[in-house]
């Protein structure tokens, strides 16, 4: 094997259309390209003109799994042109309502998209004949993330109970109590969810990632905080743009970005436990530590035993908001507008979301700017391509290929909030 | 949550792209009558959600729009027990990582199928966006509505 292209025209088991392209040549690594081939879509451009309330409904629908992130960015980049601080109880549905995205999100990726990749099952369908319990688990656990989502954000789909400044409904005490049995299954669920990864076999693969992610100093990044990184980056999210690039490349609709006069950057969950191991609660850290886990994950196919103490967290903050919960006497707090440029930064089940917006006087939004996780983390998504290909030339061109679509979806990338269809052609010189 | 809902029906599609709200334009009608231990559902993330919805009701009905080719308007009618659900109009590509054949398929698999479960393909023409329905589709959607009553009837 001199020379050979691995292509996979649509990938499998991710959220959208990518293709992956390969190239070797004597041996060698000639080409990677993990191209997004969704056509541009336009948000920012039709969020111009509109009433800055409406920035949470309408980025909300950009992405059918992860909207909550979309709402929580827009949110707190309208608050901070406001100057209103949304704390207390209504901070903490918020949080809430985050982790019941968590939950959704992980929990569908772990078990139906990538728990297949380490089972050697095609699909989740397949994989179901065979470990039946495990996939009831899954969508058990599954469906109380659901569950936070709709009474929270008030239907299944495209949360609309979000606003700036709170929320327009929020929920009794009673209602809320409702959560507490089934949630204290989903954290033994969760936790057996750890276990179980880690047993899958992980390929090798490492490389001297820089990690961006938010740091709070009192809690587990989900709303709010500094953007951080392993490598000295420590800024206000008002400097995200100071710091970080958007770049234009031939083979992707959608922009790469990296560090300012440095280098590309992983975000996402093995980016927020590196950056904030020391923030788990002690149940999650002790399930990391069982499954092997030290307080550094770097190589990527462990992602999905990080998204599984991740989960473990989500489940252990959700209790613990449901227990101390008091309802609020006003669902928000009244957001009113001036010129201004606000910034908004949240971590999504795949990493961090930027917003920006500038608003005027009237509250119209004149220009908006988003950065989603899966853009960001193209280019290190190329880079862990091509280092896994360049160890594994003796693989089979199945495997191979099959291995590479792994490295992908270590990334759960959302390239559009759909899928899917896999279409395979290796092409030898 | 605190309902106890022993049918459920879920209307799948995108209410801005014409022809294919029709399965929310016949949820949001069912859902106007108030049925009691009937649970209208107006779309879901993905498709593991629809096996969530169906869980531990009695019966469950969903309608999606269908682009197979065939006559504008024409109704498709399965009973998922008993018959399999043809690639051909509900076809395994999807734009969602779960799709209905998926999600009956998995259920299927892990026993976790109602004792009742009927799906609905209406044949779309118009998907453009800001579109409206199309009148052969509305006209479709409220045939639907009736067949819909029926199978409640029947579940009960």
């Given at each position: 094997?001199?020379?050979?292209?691995?292509?996979?025209?649509?990938?499998?088991?991710?959220?959208?259309?990518?293709?992956?392209?390969?190239?070797?040549?004597?041996?060698?690594?000639?080409?990677?390209?993990?191209?997004?081939?969704?056509?541009?879509?336009?948000?920012?451009?039709?969020?111009?003109?509109?009433?800055?309330?409406?920035?949470?409904?309408?980025?909300?629908?950009?992405?059918?799994?992860?909207?909550?992130?979309?709402?929580?960015?827009?949110?707190h980049a309208m608050e901070s042109i406001c100057n209103t601080r949304v704390d207390g109880q209504l901070r903490e549905l918020r949080r809430l309502l985050y982790c019941g995205e968590w939950i959704e999100s992980h929990v569908l990726h772990i078990y139906l998209l990538h728990a297949p990749d380490f089972l050697g099952y095609e699909d989740a369908i397949r994989m179901a004949k065979d470990y039946p319990d495990v996939v009831k688990q899954a969508l058990q656990l599954k469906k109380i993330g659901n569950d936070i989502m709709v009474l929270l954000g008030g239907r299944e789909i495209h949360p609309i109970n979000v606003r700036v400044g709170g929320f327009y409904k929020v929920p009794t005490r009673k209602e809320l109590e409702q959560l507490i049995e089934p949630l204290k299954w989903a954290l033994e669920a969760s936790l057996k969810t750890v276990e179980l990864t880690a047993t899958f076999p992980f390929p090798e693969l490492e490389q001297d990632y820089e990690f961006v992610s938010l740091r709070h100093p009192d809690e587990y990044p989900l709303c709010e905080g500094r953007l951080v990184s392993n490598?000295?980056?420590?800024?206000?999210?008002?400097?995200?743009?100071?710091?970080?690039?958007?770049?234009?490349?031939?083979?992707?609709?959608?922009?790469?970005?990296?560090?300012?006069?440095?280098?590309?950057?992983?975000?996402?969950?093995?980016?927020?436990?590196?950056?904030?191991?020391?923030?788990?609660?002690?149940?999650?850290?002790?399930?990391?530590?069982?499954?092997?886990?030290?307080?550094?994950?770097?190589?990527?196919?462990?992602?999905?035993?990080?998204?599984?103490?991740?989960?473990?967290?989500?489940?252990?903050?959700?209790?613990?908001?449901?227990?101390?919960?008091?309802?609020?006497?006003?669902?928000?707090?009244?957001?009113?507008?001036?010129?201004?440029?606000?910034?908004?930064?949240?971590?999504?089940?795949?990493?961090?979301?930027?917003?920006?917006?500038?608003?005027?006087?009237?509250?119209?939004?004149?220009?908006?700017?988003?950065?989603?996780?899966?853009?960001?983390?193209?280019?290190?998504?190329?880079?862990?391509?091509?280092?896994?290909?360049?160890?594994?030339?003796?693989?089979?061109?199945?495997?191979?290929?099959?291995?590479?679509?792994?490295?992908?979806?270590?990334?759960?990338?959302?390239?559009?909030?759909?899928?899917?269809?896999?279409?395979?052609?290796?092409?030898?010189? | 949550?605190?309902?106890?809902?022993?049918?459920?029906?879920?209307?799948?599609?995108?209410?801005?792209?014409?022809?294919?709200?029709?399965?929310?334009?016949?949820?949001?009608?069912?859902?106007?009558?108030?049925?009691?231990?009937?649970?209208?559902?107006?779309?879901?993330?993905?498709?593991?959600?629809?096996?969530?919805?169906?869980?531990?009701?009695?019966?469950?009905?969903?309608?999606?729009?269908?682009?197979?080719?065939?006559?504008?308007?024409?109704?498709?009618?399965?009973?998922?027990?008993?018959?399999?659900?043809?690639?051909?109009?509900?076809?395994?590509?999807?734009?969602?990582?779960?799709?209905?054949?998926?999600?009956?398929?998995?259920?299927?698999?892990?026993?976790?199928?109602?004792?009742?479960?009927?799906?609905?393909?209406?044949?779309?023409?118009?998907?453009?966006?800001?579109?409206?329905?199309?009148?052969?589709?509305?006209?479709?959607?409220?045939?639907?509505?009736?067949?819909?009553?029926?199978?409640?009837?029947?579940?009960?």
């Amino acid at each position: 094997m001199r020379n050979k292209t691995i292509k996979v025209d649509l990938l499998a088991r991710v959220e959208g259309e990518g293709q992956l392209y390969v190239k070797i040549k004597n041996d060698a690594v000639a080409d990677v390209k993990f191209s997004i081939i969704e056509p541009p879509r336009f948000y920012e451009a039709f969020l111009r003109g509109r009433k800055f309330t409406e920035a949470p409904d309408i980025t909300a629908r950009i992405c059918g799994i992860c909207p909550v992130a979309y709402q929580m960015s827009s949110a707190h980049a309208m608050e901070s042109i406001c100057n209103t601080r949304v704390d207390g109880q209504l901070r903490e549905l918020r949080r809430l309502l985050y982790c019941g995205e968590w939950i959704e999100s992980h929990v569908l990726h772990i078990y139906l998209l990538h728990a297949p990749d380490f089972l050697g099952y095609e699909d989740a369908i397949r994989m179901a004949k065979d470990y039946p319990d495990v996939v009831k688990q899954a969508l058990q656990l599954k469906k109380i993330g659901n569950d936070i989502m709709v009474l929270l954000g008030g239907r299944e789909i495209h949360p609309i109970n979000v606003r700036v400044g709170g929320f327009y409904k929020v929920p009794t005490r009673k209602e809320l109590e409702q959560l507490i049995e089934p949630l204290k299954w989903a954290l033994e669920a969760s936790l057996k969810t750890v276990e179980l990864t880690a047993t899958f076999p992980f390929p090798e693969l490492e490389q001297d990632y820089e990690f961006v992610s938010l740091r709070h100093p009192d809690e587990y990044p989900l709303c709010e905080g500094r953007l951080v990184s392993n490598k000295g980056m420590d800024i206000e999210i008002s400097d995200f743009l100071n710091t970080i690039e958007e770049i234009h490349v031939k083979h992707s609709t959608s922009l790469h970005a990296r560090v300012k006069q440095r280098s590309d950057y992983h975000t996402g969950p093995m980016a927020r436990y590196n950056n904030n191991f020391d923030k788990l609660p002690k149940v999650a850290q002790d399930a990391a530590r069982k499954a092997g886990l030290t307080k550094v994950c770097r190589n990527p196919f462990k992602s999905i035993i990080v998204r599984a103490v991740e989960t473990v967290f989500a489940c252990h903050e959700a209790l613990r908001i449901i227990e101390q919960y008091k309802m609020p006497d006003k669902p928000y707090i009244e957001a009113k507008p001036r010129d201004g440029v606000g910034h908004g930064c949240s971590e999504a089940p795949r990493g961090s979301l930027y917003h920006r917006y500038h608003i005027d006087n009237n509250g119209v939004i004149k220009e908006a700017r988003i950065i989603p996780p899966t853009s960001q983390n193209q280019s290190i998504i190329e880079k862990d391509l091509r280092l896994f290909v360049e160890k594994n030339l003796h693989l089979s061109d199945e495997k191979l290929t099959w291995q590479c679509e792994q490295v992908i979806r270590n990334y759960d990338p959302c390239i559009s909030c759909s899928c899917h269809f896999l279409k395979l052609n290796i092409v030898r010189e | 949550m605190s309902e106890i809902y022993s049918i459920a029906v879920v209307g799948l599609g995108n209410e801005f792209r014409g022809d294919d709200a029709v399965g929310l334009y016949i949820a949001r009608r069912l859902k106007d009558k108030q049925m009691p231990g009937v649970r209208v559902i107006e779309g879901v993330s993905d498709g593991t959600t629809l096996i969530e919805n169906w869980q531990d009701t009695r019966g469950a009905v969903l309608i999606d729009c269908v682009s197979s080719g065939d006559q504008v308007g024409k109704i498709h009618r399965f009973d998922a027990l008993t018959e399999d659900i043809p690639e051909e109009i509900f076809p395994a590509y999807s734009t969602h990582a779960f799709n209905i054949t998926d999600a009956v398929r998995l259920a299927a698999t892990i026993g976790q199928l109602p004792p009742h479960l009927i799906v609905y393909g209406v044949e779309g023409a118009t998907f453009s966006t800001g579109a409206k329905m199309s009148d052969r589709v509305i006209t479709a959607a409220n045939r639907v509505l009736e067949l819909v009553l029926k199978d409640i009837e029947n579940f009960r």
